[in-house]
């Protein structure tokens, strides 16, 4: 873009934008106390506690039937699939192109304002996870990146420019960043990816300002270390912290799940729990140190990353006030935990599990036979990509309903034989076997499941013709959004589960490439729904 | 992490790929064994590994057929480079995707597994005579409900080039019982293998009755073709029933019209049929 068109675009943003610079700012304070700025959408679940709901209520059941595109943002460059979430400021939208391009929409008509791409070596290392972005951090007058080659960026609000950049890990053995980072008072915290290659896992918190590693916390430990006695003597390898967590301010405590063991599939080598993997931390983000851990899957072997993003709660339990968080978790069943002690509350399967009959009183599940990978296929359910994968849910605190967008569907597992030697990270993937056998198509299904928040018991369903990748958002409007597999976005009663409007997009949400998650903002008074599909950024609001 | 999406990496990887010059980075991602490209020794139990993953279910568990050809000789009437050339790149206007992510070692290590078993199992042959077969199709109806090579009718799938998608045993079962074990399609990741041709009855809330052959879905339509090839399109809000009929066809069975022999040959010259379409 030439200087004089840039500089007048400038003037433009300035002058007609919601507000001058300043205001347009995102300080800490605006983030902790998101809900009162329903306008916005601050960060990648829409708040703290990853609730993936708005108290906007323009948009409601009785009128949603006449939404319709306001715009279509086409992404400027080719890629991997859009996993973006994207953050709303004061009428501006920060998307993630694929793999780590950070655009600045005008919320209101999805104009490129800036656009930032990272200079990323000629071959990237991407074993076991895609080229690609869940979406940024936005903190005072910054926005925040993890590229895919493991830097994380500091990017200037108003123009695009670094302000720092800082590299986490070697993406040539394969670290890479595709998580949206974490901002909370003066921190930037995120997890990298790679646990397929054997990384071993980490978190880690920066200065905002200055980019400086304030922290690191491996997930895993070194031989000889607390939890290393959990891998048998084995090599311990994974646990790669690919998601994003929620926060308790009021706690402080950060609460951050834990990737799948290196091999996936074959856990001969590694006999034991596997600390921490395929676990929930709970954090102090002042000092790195783990307050408490909650094992989802010990001894994984079936894929089943624990990395889904935990939605805190409140609820009164037997007379009790009591701070709740609640995760879907891959392996098939619905958690409820205290999130001061990390104490099981309650966990039961919300999809089909053939894995395990149930949970023991201490939440460990009660393996069934014949379900770990032999040498010959073994079919269970849910399949490697579990019963939810890192797709959020979404949480309406009005009615105290989780929703979750759950995937109905088995695969065959089968070990392979391990290498003789120790494996040595970066070299290739090092899987142990293959969960990827699935039993898809007409012999699988999804479902949009809305479950009692405390329980986990159903309220109802919305069958989707295929699994999807999509995230669910639900509104004070009781309206629950979503898409499903075939290109369908669409609009539920959050209280029914039925539908109300939808709208085929005209490509799949994951044949073309995209598994978003959406979103809902206001400027000028006009409510949006923002969704993602195939290559584009879709806008949609009243007439 | 995520679990593997191998024809969507692969998708990329051979996109990038050929852009790469243009200084876009290559996704280096699950591309087989690393420094695998010079001196490859092939390794048939490997090979088992990545055939079982990713060919049995078209090509059959023992590469003798499926819903996709035999291929146990293939390496032996084609060659080994050739063969894995293919698995790398595909072949065009078949449902045979490339597997570009399975890397020039992993294509080997299948290659050396197909000759493995190419060279311990007896290979399907077809018995019949082809010459015969074409007129067993033109005498038997065929020809109004299937075209080949532009000539023929539109309500069951193509056969132009069937004899390069479906193994001879395969294409002798839907004869004798064509709803059961229909082929699947697609392949990526975990979406696809659809079932091909399956039969729906649909009662829309106004009582009227329709029954066809699904060519398209998703979560709130469907859209059918009947035995006189129109088209359907129903929204399921709509639809006091929709079921599936798994074992139905529209095509009826020769079991009873055709003799064994009549049917070797039928075979033989629908698997001779390997034509590009016109």
Redesign the interface.
């Known amino acids: 873009m030439k200087a004089t068109k840039f500089f007048l675009l400038l003037l433009l943003f300035c002058l007609c934008g919601p507000s001058g610079s300043s205001a347009q700012d995102a300080p800490y304070m605006r983030l902790l106390h998101s809900d009162s700025e329903p306008q916005n959408w601050f960060m990648y679940g829409g708040d703290y506690q990853s609730k993936r709901f708005s108290f906007l209520k323009q948009i409601t059941p009785q009128n949603v039937a006449n939404l319709r595109p306001a715009w279509i943002y086409q992404r400027s460059r ?4 859009i996993e973006d979430s994207p953050v709303v400021v004061d009428g501006i939208m920060y998307i993630v192109e694929p793999p780590s391009t950070v655009t600045a929409l005008d919320a209101r008509t999805g104009l490129a304002i800036w656009s930032w791409t990272p200079a ?12 690609t972005s869940r979406g940024v951090a936005v903190l005072d007058d910054m926005v925040y990146v993890g590229t895919i080659d493991c830097h994380l960026v500091a990017l200037d609000r108003i123009t695009g420019a670094v302000r720092w950049s800082v590299t986490l890990g070697d993406n040539k053995i394969n670290y890479g960043l595709t998580a949206a980072p974490m901002a909370i008072d003066g921190k930037i915290i995120i997890g990298p ?4 290659d054997g990384v071993r896992g980490f978190i880690d918190a920066y200065d905002a300002k200055t980019g400086k590693r304030l922290w690191r916390l491996y997930t895993v430990p070194n031989p000889g270390e607390p939890g290393s006695e959990t891998w048998g003597g084995g090599q311990i390898l994974g646990g ?1 912290a ?1 998601n994003k967590g929620s926060y308790d301010p009021e706690l402080n405590l950060i609460y951050w799940g834990t ?2 063991p290196a091999p996936d599939y074959n856990g001969d080598g590694r006999p034991g729990d596997d600390l921490y993997t395929c676990s929930l931390l709970a954090i102090n983000p002042d000092t790195g140190k783990v307050k408490w851990y909650f094992q989802y899957t010990p001894h994984d072997t079936h ?1 089943w ?1 624990g990395t889904q993003v935990p939605v805190l709660f409140n609820a009164t339990l037997d007379g009790k006030p009591r701070k709740l968080l609640s995760v879907a978790n891959r392996n098939g069943f619905y958690y409820v935990l205290d999130r001061v002690t990390g104490e099981f509350v309650t966990g039961v399967p919300f999809v089909k599990e053939t894995y395990a009959k149930g949970l023991d009183a201490k939440a460990r599940p009660i393996v069934l036979p014949n379900t770990d990978p032999g040498l010959e ?1 073994v079919l269970v359910y849910p ?3 579990g019963g939810v ?2 797709v959020s849910p979404a949480y309406n605190p009005l009615s105290k309903t989780f929703f979750v967008n759950a995937r109905e ?1 088995g ?1 065959y597992f ?1 070990k ?1 034989k391990l290498p003789d030697k120790p494996l040595v990270v970066g ?3 090092v ?1 142990g ?6 039993l ?5 299904y999804g479902a949009i499941r809305a479950l009692d928040v405390t329980t986990g018991k159903r309220k109802w369903e919305f ?5 999807s990748w999509v995230a669910p958002l639900a509104t004070a409007s009781n309206l629950l959004f979503s898409a ?5 976005f ?1 609009a539920l009663d959050s209280n029914t589960g039925k ?1 109300l409007w ?1 709208f ?1 997009t005209g490509g799949s949400f ?2 073309s ?1 995209t598994r978003s998650s959406p979103i809902t903002y206001e400027v000028d008074g006009k409510q949006y729904v923002e969704a993602a599909d195939g290559d584009t950024f879709i806008a949609f609001a009243l007439p | 992490m995520s679990a593997i999406r191998s024809c969507l990496i692969v998708a990329l990887v051979f996109t990038l790929g050929s852009l790469a010059q243009n200084a876009l980075p290559a996704w280096q991602g699950q591309q087989g064994r690393p420094g695998a490209q010079s001196a490859i020794v092939a390794d048939a139990d490997k090979g088992r590994d990545l055939f079982q993953a990713n060919c049995s279910g078209c090509h059959g568990i023992d590469a003798g057929g499926g819903d996709g050809p035999d291929i146990q000789q293939a390496p032996a009437s084609l060659g080994d480079a050739n063969v894995a050339n293919i698995i790398r790149k595909g072949v065009p206007g078949t449902p045979m995707v490339g597997f570009f992510s399975i890397g020039d070692a992993g294509a080997a290590d299948i290659v050396a597994y197909i000759r493995k078993l190419g060279s311990t199992i007896t290979s399907e042959t077809t018995k019949g005579d082809p010459k015969k077969g074409e007129e067993i199709y033109k005498s038997s109806g065929c020809p109004a409900c299937h075209m080949i090579a532009g000539q023929g009718g539109e309500i069951g799938p193509e056969l132009t080039s069937i004899g390069a998608k479906r193994g001879p045993t395969n294409l002798h079962q839907r004869l004798i019982d064509p709803g059961v074990n229909l082929p699947k399609e697609g392949n990526v990741g975990d979406r696809g293998k659809w079932t091909l041709y399956l039969l729906y009855r649909a009662v829309t809330n106004d009582g009227r009755i329709v029954e066809g052959i699904r060519m398209g879905e998703d979560s709130f339509s469907i859209v059918l073709k009947d035995v006189n090839g129109n088209f359907h399109a129903l929204y399921k809000p709509n639809l006091r029933s929709l079921e599936k009929e798994p074992s139905k066809s529209l095509m009826p069975s020769f079991k009873d019209t055709l003799s064994s022999a009549q049917m070797d040959d039928l075979v033989a010259y629908l698997v001779s049929l390997k034509g590009a379409t016109p």
């Open positions: 080719p890629g991997e699939m990323l070596p000629r071959v990237v290392k991407v074993d076991g996870y895609h080229a990816s790679g646990s397929e790669a690919w990737g799948n894929d990353d296929p399949s490697n990509n994968d890192w569907m695969a089968a392979s070299t290739g993937m899987m076997g293959r969960g990827n056998s699935y898809s198509g007409d012999d699988s069958k989707m013709q295929a699994p499903d597999d075939e290109g369908d669409f539908v939808h085929r994951i044949s490439d």
